[in-house]
């Protein structure tokens, strides 16, 4: 198959409910005097709007937000944005910057090393393009999944999602040149996931882009909000949406790629 399949890793190869989200909810309570602690459908909801997905940002947004309908005026408010994140990351990955102690440490993975392999024997080539540090994105790649060097764009190396330049190095280190004929698969399990696959393809118009969504597991805990989230990800342009990232197997990336196809053929 001539495919290629980038990954985003908080909430797809790795469970962040009870650690980037758990931070997320701490900082915001934290700054707001303990008044406002977000839920996760808080969280959510903010995300659904396509532009969050820096939690650092997000914290800081909801934080003004609190205040806002307490009539305050953000522009009068003066929240230092690295206490924000000194704050977050004492959380995330605990006090100590170099024997991390956090949250991160107790992360659910939620693919394991046999399903990259079964993509590699099937010809696929896969990396990873996520808004997570580096570090942290290395610590569950090489650290807990044992990858020797994957490839991986992470937040130092690109614009945050929606913007898909990260997606294109991504790709772009996955193969020599941008094959017109190559379809990319990103996977992602946020709105701005999706959002980043229609910008790439309006950039690359000539090939094919497919969204794929996966439903992080703290969605997964009651009908009503699985159902709710997943139409969320149809709505911003993903072509199936997957309640765990293994279940994307190269039968159904074959099966997405048919149908694709045969979609195509029928537009044309």
Known sequence: MKVIVVFDIDGVIRDVGGSYRRALADTVEHFTGGAYRPTPVDIDQLKSEGIWNNDWEASRELIYRYFETHSHFREQLQFDYNAIVAFFQSRYRGPDPDNWTGYICTEPLLLQPSYLEELTLAGIRWGF????????????????????????????????????????????????????????????????????????????????????????????????????????????????????????????????????????????
């Open 129 to 268: 393009f996520s808004g997570a540090t580096r570090a942290s994105a290395t610590y569950v790649l090489e650290g807990r999944l044992f990858l020797k060097s994957p490839v991986l764009i992470a937040m130092e190396d690109a614009p945050g999602k929606p913007d898909p330049t990260g997606l294109l190095a991504t790709v772009r280190l996955l193969e020599n040149e941008l094959d017109k004929s190559t379809t990319v698969v990103y996977v992602g399990d946020t709105v701005a996931d999706m959002y980043t696959v229609k910008k790439a393809q309006s950039v690359f118009p000539s090939r094919t882009w497919l969204g794929v969504g996966v439903l992080p597991p703290h969605v997964q805990e009651t009908v009503a909000h699985r159902d709710a989230y997943e139409q969320t990800l149809f709505i911003a342009g993903a072509s199936v949406v997957l309640s765990n990232v293994e279940e994307l197997t190269p039968v159904k990336i074959q099966t997405l790629l048919h149908s694709e196809a045969r979609l195509a053929n029928k537009v044309d």
